[in-house]
């Protein structure tokens, strides 16, 4: 940190111009020329980074001389007798690093984000000195291109293409990107806006289904964003890339937006929810053109105030694209869950964290950034107004554009806008991790309550007090009470319910805008399926689910129960996903062997019924992909067996080739006739991608042990970790509960690879190797391995034990749960 700051203060206006020749064979390599030019107000010992061996580098040159290279510790080194005030201009002739160009056999993509353009070619590798980018591409003359900046020209050479760009907007390293390879390319005119799409996949369904609507959804999100900030879309094009098994679900390149294929490419048999998260997803990148592209964050501490802003707008997008009941619903099932489950353990991080180097800036993602902070926005423009929040946020835009700020330059803003004690606030909601616990207190007068009051602190009993806005609802046999809770203090007293009479049963949290862990009133639970609005049926069961964790109410076999049950009665496709996830959770983690196999056959009956009763598509296909994710009984396998052979779905269920795919994975798993069920499936796969895919997966899921000790002792060599998406699915199945008497013994080297995960692989990738390899995980053995990893690492870094102790979690609770 303290050379970025050295950097920035001495170093303004820089141009990158980059010429990178790309060879079709994968495994030649790049070369590539660099000039780079800036302007110093103070001489200064110049460090620029490149993080690739010393034999990459070719020729340095500092304002016209060639100067011996001095390269040490990832940084070209240029003394301050080659420099001068004022203009510089640095060449470099080099070899470009693969690492993060992702290289395929006929494609590639630069992922930078969040310190990784240094692998690639030398530069100022920090998020506060953003810079123009100069780019020309030589490749393939059969190949496609896209960068950040509209194309200028191209010039054919034989068998290569050279097209060169135009300057690039004003952009911090991590967002520069462009992509090349044998792509399909579409053009469309949106609202006298040029916008372009690549991409890669195959099935002409999908392609027909789906392009159309991904330039719509792209346009509508510009459109409202546009009015709610009141600037103008602010950069010089208009791209959207769909790439095979990306690594995210989306990076917000301006100009040159990469997105996972699969989320963009849907069918006859996307399911509502597919269809809104991908509506969601193009509104997050597309919000990230303001919030993060056109104004930055200084430092990587503050990366998740970009998020929270994209999650936030994303979520307004839907709100008014989708209207507000189902965006209601889909926030609280979207952030309330994977927030606690951070939040519930003794891993959880702040959602502003310190960061005192860049390297590790990828341990600063997860779901506190993604789904916290949009709660706590929503709470913060709850308390706010929504007119002042608005007018806050403009004048942020505004004032920082094309430049970087903090956090509290966002909160000094802000505080300019409301009469509320802003600082205050922030502490505890976004300078200090944890959640808060709700209690209650109510008394009867003759039938009538004379008092009720909720109070709060957290799970440690610690005084602390969460300020926000909730619901409780009293109901009574033939009507209800809604009373509005403004929890400000640690103790809320209600004092709308006074002289009210003794209710039916009491459902807190009943608008689900509170967070934390609210109290279950047992007769609720009774009830829980008379509840007519899906809004609080999702909040009543997400609360369930958080008090069984918590050991404070519902045993997991009872919870179990309750959620079997609802899979015939709950029409709400949002909801039905939601219960079916968490039984498919209870089912595999927090019950023992015993009780799976006593309660397996009457379980498979019940969800294959259920199914039956639905009665729309996308609710059958849920429960059929609960069935295929819990099923275990040799005839239900046969019948699994049956569909996959004669590709015949069950009535109103429809399923296409992914699904299918899909289904030959889980009967391998499952099954003595892997080898035969997956060369099948391969055999039908047509898609080139697709197919190395599933090449790929199929030593973890052989029926030879020692062919999955060599998948997994291959992990080990970063090479075979490339493809991320890949990797954690295979390990999905390398763990899987009815493999894990073989598998236990991976844990304690996965656990010793994690700080190389760190180092080699992309933001994402430590936590879902983790979650990956951990998730299913209930026996004493394996906790065994964690708890033994933690003492023997007493100084380990504390990010990376933060994620450790967050994705084993449901381990630890499963000791006291099972006992």
Request: a positive charge.
């Amino acid at each position: 940190m303290a050379l970025a700051s050295s950097r920035s203060a001495a170093i303004t206006t820089i141009q990158y111009r980059l010429y990178f020749t790309v060879p079709e064979a994968q495994t030649a390599p790049i070369t590539a020329t660099e000039s780079i030019g800036f302007k110093l107000n103070k001489v200064i010992y110049l460090q620029i980074d490149f993080k690739q061996n010393a034999d990459h580098l070719k020729q340095v040159s500092v304002n016209g001389k060639t100067i011996p290279i001095d390269f040490r510790a990832e940084h070209i080194l240029v003394k301050p007798e080659y420099l001068k005030l004022g203009n510089n201009h640095i060449a470099v002739e080099f070899i470009a690093g693969n690492e993060s160009l992702n290289r395929n056999k006929d494609f590639l993509y630069a992922l930078f984000v969040p310190d990784h353009a240094r692998t690639v070619f030398p530069c100022f590798d920090q998020p506060d000195l953003k810079a123009n980018f100069l780019l020309s591409l030589t490749v393939p003359t059969d190949w496609k291109v896209m960068a950040n900046a509209v194309k200028k020209d191209s010039l054919v050479q034989g068998s290569a293409t050279t097209y060169h760009f135009d300057n690039s907007d004003k952009l911090p390293t991590y967002l520069f990107s462009f992509t090349a390879g044998k792509y399909t390319q579409v053009n469309r005119e949106m609202k006298n806006r040029k916008m372009e799409f690549l991409y890669r996949e195959t099935d002409s369904a999908k392609i027909k289904f789906s392009v159309d609507s991904v330039f719509v959804a792209h346009r509508d999100a510009i459109d409202f964003l546009e009015d709610w900030t009141a600037i103008k879309y602010p950069f010089q094009k208009i791209g959207f890339v769909g790439i095979p098994d990306f690594q995210f679900g989306g990076m917000e390149h301006p100009g040159e937006v990469q997105y996972k294929a699969s989320s963009l490419f849907l069918d006859q048999g996307a399911t509502k929810d597919q269809f809104i998260s991908r509506s969601n997803l193009i509104s997050h990148e597309t919000a990230h053109m303001w919030f993060g592209d056109l104004v930055t964050m200084k430092w990587f501490n503050d990366v998740w105030m970009k998020e929270v802003f994209a999650n936030f707008m994303a979520d307004k997008v839907t709100e008014k694209l989708m209207g507000k009941n189902t965006f209601d619903l889909k926030f609280l099932q979207d952030h309330y869950p994977a927030a606690y489950g951070v939040d519930r353990t003794r891993g959880a991080n702040p959602i502003r964290q310190q960061l005192d180097n860049l390297e590790e800036a990828g341990s600063m993602y997860g779901n506190i950034i993604y789904h916290k902070a949009p709660i706590m926005m929503r709470q913060l423009e709850l308390l706010m107004g929504k007119r002042n929040f608005q007018q806050g946020i403009r004048e942020y835009l505004k004032k920082y554009s094309y430049g970087n700020a903090t956090w509290n330059d966002l909160i000094a803003i802000l505080s300019k806008h409301s009469k509320k004690d802003l600082l205050s606030w922030n502490k505890v909601w976004v300078n200090e991790p944890g959640m808060p616990v709700f209690s209650y207190h109510i008394e009867y007068n003759n039938d009538k309550i004379s008092n009720l009051s909720l109070s709060q602190s957290s799970e440690t009993g610690e005084a602390r007090v969460w300020p926000q806005s909730f619901t409780v609802k009293l109901v009574y046999p033939t009507y209800s009470k809604l009373l509005t809770v403004n929890a400000a203090h640690a103790k809320t007293d209600l004092m709308e319910a006074k002289g009210l009479p003794k209710p039916q049963y009491i459902l807190f949290n009943a608008n689900g805008g509170g967070y934390g862990l609210f109290p279950v009133d047992k007769e609720a639970m009774l009830n829980l399926y008379h509840i007519a609005d899906p809004l609080e049926r999702a909040s009543a069961y997400i609360n369930a689910y958080e008090n069984m964790l918590s050991g404070k109410s519902n045993k997991p076999e009872e919870l179990l129960t309750v959620f079997l049950k609802g899979l015939a009665v709950e029409k709400n496709e949002m909801n039905l996903r939601l219960i079916a996830g968490y039984l498919t959770n209870i089912y595999w983690t927090f019950i023992t062997t015993e009780e799976r196999n006593a309660g397996l056959e009457s379980m498979e009956k019940t969800i294959w019924t259920a199914m039956e009763q639905q009665q729309t598509q996308n609710n059958r296909k849920i429960l059929f992909n609960t069935y295929q994710n819990v099923y275990l009984s040799a005839e239900a396998g046969k019948r699994m067996y049956q569909i996959w052979l004669k590709q015949t779905a069950p009535d109103g269920v429809k399923l296409l080739e992914d699904d299918y795919s899909a289904l030959a994975l889980t009967l391998a798993l499952k099954t003595d006739t892997a080898n035969t069920i997956l060369k099948e499936q391969l055999a039908r796969t047509k898609n080139e991608d697709r197919k190395n895919r599933l090449i790929y997966l199929m030593p973890a899921l052989s029926l030879d042990v020692s062919e999955r000790d060599h998948f997994f002792d291959g992990l080990k060599e970063r090479k075979n970790r490339q493809k991320e998406a890949w990797v954690t699915t295979a390990l999905s199945y390398l763990h899987h509960p009815i493999r894990q008497k073989t598998s236990v013994r991976y844990l304690k080297e996965s656990l010793d690879l994690l700080a190389e995960i760190q180092k080699t692989g992309d933001i994402f990738f430590p936590q879902s190797w983790l979650a990956a390899i951990f998730s299913n995980y209930n026996s004493k053995e394996a906790n065994a391995v964690v708890q033994d990893f933690l003492k023997s690492h007493p100084g380990y870094n504390q990010k990376l034990k933060n994620k450790i102790l967050q994705t084993t979690d449901n381990l630890a609770r499963a000791q006291k749960i099972m006992n």
